[in-house]
């Protein structure tokens, strides 16, 4: 059975066809959609079934995880990772919504959700309305993955049709959300004293450091 295609516009998404994501997330759905960078696979942080189905469709074990979480705002975070740094908290601030990853230490919220005992998590706040109205309409944060392979077998797909004929038959729900770029989030390393560039991405975190 192939995805669904939706499409919506980041300025006013349609909140209606939000609505129908957020049912076929919470029915443990992969849902693929834009970012403020690249399109994405996600699915509900709390269907434990999704996250093995996103597993096996990016062909990575549970210890191999290293997925990011989709926030809707920074009130978020707090119940997935420890006490933030007043440096790193003001970084945060400044910078998200943006092309950013942060790496943070997790709090004992996180392997619960997971199933594996993971001592980082990635938190993303983009800056597209479309993935932030999914995350605040279901209620809680989407766990992502890139649709690029790590062995850049595939490399990022721009065209949402094209990302819709490689994907629907592994995917529910494919959202059109318009050409995306090919560059990716810059990952910042905030587990350390000083923060670390692990990835040097479409954000420039030095302008809000």
Do not use: W
């Amino acid at each position: 059975m192939s995805a669904n295609y939706m499409k919506l516009y980041q300025e006013n998404p349609e909140m209606q066809k939000v609505r129908q994501a957020v049912e076929i997330l919470r029915n443990g759905g992969l849902v693929i959609c834009p970012t403020d960078t690249v399109y994405g696979i996600v699915c509900d942080l709390f269907n434990r079934k999704a996250i093995d189905r996103l597993m096996k469709l990016k062909g990575l074990k549970p210890k191999e995880m290293n997925l990011s979480f989709i926030c809707y705002d920074l009130s978020d975070i707090s119940n997935y990772v420890k006490r933030l740094d007043t440096p790193d908290f003001k970084l945060l601030k400044k910078s998200l919504p943006g092309p950013f990853t942060f790496i943070l230490e997790s709090n004992n919220n996180v392997p619960k959700i997971l199933g594996v005992n993971k001592k980082t998590v990635g938190i993303r706040i983009p800056d597209n309305n479309i993935p932030r109205q999914i995350v605040k309409e279901l209620g809680n944060p989407i766990m992502t993955t890139s649709i690029k392979d790590d062995d850049h077998i595939r490399e990022y797909i721009t065209d949402p049709e094209i990302i819709y004929d490689t994907f629907k038959n592994q995917v529910d729900l494919v959202i059109d959300g318009g050409p995306s770029g090919i560059i990716p989030s810059t990952v910042v390393d905030c587990t350390q004293d000083e923060f670390i560039i692990v990835r040097e991405g479409l954000g420039d975190i030095r302008e809000f450091a």
